[in-house]
């Protein structure tokens, strides 16, 4: 179990690109993200260069002072006061937790820092390790099924659609943070 102390999200940078488009270009991350084709690093600076200055500005995850993920907030729309969000780890050499650490970080971010009412997110339903994740954090619920939603690698893949509300965080932060973090 991680302590709170050595886990922070910073603002990603140009100088990062580089590792997060291995990070997300790594078998692992691509066959469980939404599309499953490998981006380029120009496709990559487009997406980086055009949130780099909006609420949506992508954030890497450190543990101990090294960088250890990934969190994506998209969608934004002010006038309701939501967005969506998507992580992942980039390391495989992290201690147990440290996902469901991150996870609780981009909650913090969302609810706390951004003002978010409510953070949407989407999940394939074969990604059992994801829904496991979104469990983990408590607040998070399914909102939709949808059903063949997706081509991936030929095949049509069912979405799981959730959801987190402001609110189910502010009752519920202090205590999810005592489960997550040893300090």
């Known amino acids: 179990m991680p302590r709170y102390a050595d886990c922070r999200l910073r603002p990603m940078t140009e100088d990062d690109l580089a590792m997060v488009l291995d990070w997300r270009n790594s078998e692992p991350i691509r066959k469980l993200s939404l599309s499953d084709r490998a981006i380029t690093m120009e ?3 487009q997406w980086f260069q055009g949130v780099f200055d909006t609420p949506c500005h992508p954030l890497l995850f450190e543990y101990q002072e090294e960088p250890a993920g990934v969190v994506t907030f998209s969608r934004w729309d002010p006038y309701h006061h939501r967005c969506f969000w998507g992580c992942y780890l980039g390391r495989t ?5 440290t996902g469901t650490a991150m996870g609780y970080l981009a909650l913090e971010y969302a609810f706390d820092r951004l003002g978010v009412r409510k ?3 989407e999940t394939l339903a074969c990604n059992t ?4 994740f979104e469990r983990k954090l408590e607040i998070i619920d399914v909102e939709g099924y949808l059903v063949e939603h997706i081509l991936r690698d030929g095949r049509y893949e069912d979405l799981i ?3 987190a509300l402001n609110r189910d965080w ?3 932060k202090t ?3 005592s489960r997550l973090f040893s300090d």
Request: hydrophobic share 30%.
């Open 129 to 132: 390790r994801a829904l496991r």
């Open 43 to 45: 496709e990559h600076r």
């Open 175 to 177: 205590l999810l943070k």
């Open 161 to 163: 659609c959730v959801r």
């Open 93 to 97: 050499d992290l201690p147990k937790g």
């Open 119 to 121: 953070l949407c997110g």
């Open 170 to 172: 502010q009752e519920r």
